[in-house]
């Protein structure tokens, strides 16, 4: 049922008497008017060609009603929905049962699973994440990897389907090759439910009256730093679950994540902020087909195939400033995209195993995307230890595109579509070094780059296939080798060193 435009005489306080979030849509001319009012309320995720739907606290509620749009308020009503069984999975627990379950997963498989309490909200409710790797607790020459849900408390299906997806890989540790390769040779990282104060704004006993927003009504999608706006693009300070998650990805170092959300069936990958397009646009493309595609091949008619046949570009489909994906790409060099799982937000737990059967193969996919890609370790040529360099793709990187190898073990791990590439080591005190490159999808390319340093040693790389100023020894000489370096030390001796690459 829907509810006429009021006037502005109502006392907006009836409004947001019950709740701190309106829902509500209306009609917009164009995309410039709609990234305008994007600036003010949260445009939500079943925005069309036409109308656009959002979310407002009593803030923002009031900025929007001084544009003067007719628009329709769309009452949020309880859910009346009746939960199956935990063993089927369809089922949304309470909170307890949730933080029990996690706490179940680490116990009942201590090898491989680690329960991380990441932090406490006011309310006493945590912020949960679970690890799973074969060397639990240790840094690997592996990418970590980062699935996280519901940051919009009410959109869940990702929340039940993070849970069952770690159920799923810690009982097919051993039994299944594929899911035993991905914890063997990943550092996956999943946590469910990323605003527990939404989904549970009913309280603890169910999911039927969560909130988009969290507990202090603020939109946990917009109050990101952004790399077009800046620090506190919402004019809100950060909320205690975005620094958490900020902390988080200051710690891990993700390479590559995804975050669920709901509303649409659709991937949308960077950038929300801005039209730029990313360097790695065609990869985005890649992998977003392959999640929409399997999805389609794994479900009846008509599921993930909204906007371009299940994909779009995030600012294409409507601006979004302050979201987590830009953040993470721009500011932590984790390729990031979202995911929007299923067009009712909260689905009626009879439909979660349908859901389940159309994305856990593409869960999985993306995953094993975490592997492929050029990757090595990059150490001191000298020392033997490893080093955080930048490396950046010539004639190709953009926007933060370029990534870094991660410490303590010097690894990195760039996600490229195919193609040739020429990609440049580098650090302060270092010489630079470049390679050049051949990516197919779905490969592996291996490339383990020494820097040699500054300082304490001249060295010269020499290469005579070369024509430039540097095809000549320490000594003056024409180098004949195919490719050695000189390093005079501190003490004046000389050592020659044939390098191989
Ligand atoms: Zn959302």
């Known amino acids: 049922m829907l509810i006429p435009f009021f006037s502005f005489s109502q006392n907006i306080n009836t409004l947001f008497s019950e709740k701190g979030e309106v829902y509500f849509s209306f009609k917009y001319k164009n995309k410039t008017q709609l990234d305008n009012i994007s600036d003010i309320v949260s445009l939500d995720h079943k925005t069309n060609n036409t109308t656009a739907f959002a979310y407002a606290n009593k803030d923002e509620y009031g900025s929007f009603l001084k544009l003067d749009i007719e628009h329709i308020i769309i009452p949020k009503k309880r859910l009346n929905y009746k939960n199956g069984s935990k063993n089927n999975w369809d089922y949304y627990p309470t909170y307890e049962e949730y933080t029990e379950m996690m706490q179940a997963f680490a116990d009942s498989f201590p090898s491989i699973c680690k329960i991380h309490h990441l932090g406490t909200l006011n309310s006493g409710r945590e912020i949960l994440i679970v690890q799973i790797s074969n060397n639990i607790g240790q840094k690997e020459n592996e990418p970590s990897f980062l699935y996280t849900s519901s940051m919009h408390g009410d959109e869940l299906a990702g929340y039940i389907l993070s849970l069952r997806l770690i159920d799923y890989i810690l009982n097919g540790y051993g039994n299944n090759t594929r899911l035993t390769d991905l914890v063997d040779n990943i550092d996956i990282w999943i946590n469910p439910l990323a605003n527990p104060d939404g989904a549970y704004a009913g309280g603890n006993q169910d999911v039927w009256s969560a909130s988009r927003y969290n507990a202090n009504w603020v939109d946990l999608n917009r109050n990101y730093p952004d790399p077009e706006d800046g620090a506190h693009p919402d004019g809100n300070a950060y909320q205690t679950e975005t620094n958490i998650f900020m902390g988080l990805a200051d710690t891990v170092n993700f390479t590559i994540s995804a975050n669920m959300h709901g509303g649409a069936e659709v991937c949308n990958y960077p950038w929300d902020t801005w039209s730029n397009i990313t360097a790695d646009n065609n990869w985005w493309e890649h992998v977003s087909n392959e999640y929409a595609d399997s999805c389609q091949a794994n479900s009846g008619n008509g599921y993930f195939n909204y906007l371009n046949d299940g994909i779009t570009n995030g600012w294409d489909w409507y601006e979004v400033d302050g979201g987590r994906q830009d953040y993470m790409n721009y500011f932590k060099y984790c390729k990031e995209f979202t995911l929007e799982l299923s067009d009712d937000k909260t689905p009626n737990p009879n439909d979660l195993p349908t859901l389940w059967d159309a994305n856990y193969p593409s869960l999985l996919n993306y995953m094993e995307q ?17 080093i955080k360099a930048k490396v950046e793709i010539t004639n190709h990187d953009v926007d933060s595109s370029h990534v870094y190898s991660n410490l303590p073990i010097g690894n990195y791990h760039r996600y490229l579509y195919q193609g040739n ?7 302060a005190g270092y010489h630079s070094k470049t390679i050049n490159a051949t990516i197919l999808n779905q490969d592996i390319i291996i490339e383990d780059v020494q820097l040699v340093p500054f300082g304490s040693t001249n060295i010269f790389e020499l290469n005579n296939s070369k024509t430039n100023s540097q095809s000549f020894d320490i000594l003056g000489r024409e180098s004949t080798n195919k490719k050695i370096k000189i390093i005079k030390t501190k003490d004046g001796n000389i050592k020659k060193q044939i390098i191989i690459n």
């Open 421 to 427: 590439y020429s990609l440049t080591f580098s650090k």
């Open 370 to 386: 975490s592997l492929f890609g050029i990757r090595g370790i990059v150490t001191d040529s000298i020392t033997g230890n490893p």
